[in-house]
């Protein structure tokens, strides 16, 4: 069985990879709500309708990784002052907590179009 390191190893290229895409989406997707409120005339319901579900989505697969990783995340913060520890897991830790702000960033961003500016 490998270790609590070693499982870190692992996932840790994945989760940067998925942690910097999704990031990258949900800055876009905060760009084109910016964008469409400023929109002389007003906000678009049809762009905001695909705004707040490109969003969703992007929330439901941060979502999913949250809830993958709590597992290994709990088993992290188990190990904190232990002989076991590497920074590694500290890193691990601080991407887990980047995740959750992220889910947080994308819920206000889904309902800010609910209404129309």
């Known amino acids: 069985m490998p270790t609590l390191a070693e499982q870190v190893g692992d996932a840790a290229g994945l989760l940067g ?3 910097a895409l ?5 800055t876009e997707q905060s760009r084109r709500l910016a964008d469409e409120r ?8 049809d762009r905001l309708r695909t705004i707040r579900l490109f969003t969703i989505g992007l929330a439901a697969a941060t979502v999913g990784s ?3 990783l709590l597992p290994l995340f709990l ?4 190990t904190i002052g232990d002989d076991d520890w590497v920074p590694v897991l500290g890193v691990f830790i601080l991407t887990y907590v980047l995740l959750i702000a ?3 960033w994308q819920l206000v ?3 800010g179009t609910r209404k129309p500016a």
């Open 17 to 19: 990879l998925f942690l």
């Open 38 to 45: 400023s929109r002389p005339g007003g906000s678009r319901t």
């Open 102 to 104: 992220l889910l947080v």
């Open 66 to 68: 949250i809830a993958f």
């Open 109 to 111: 961003l889904a309902a």
């Open 22 to 26: 999704v990031t990258l989406f949900t």
């Open 75 to 78: 088993d992290v913060l188990g």
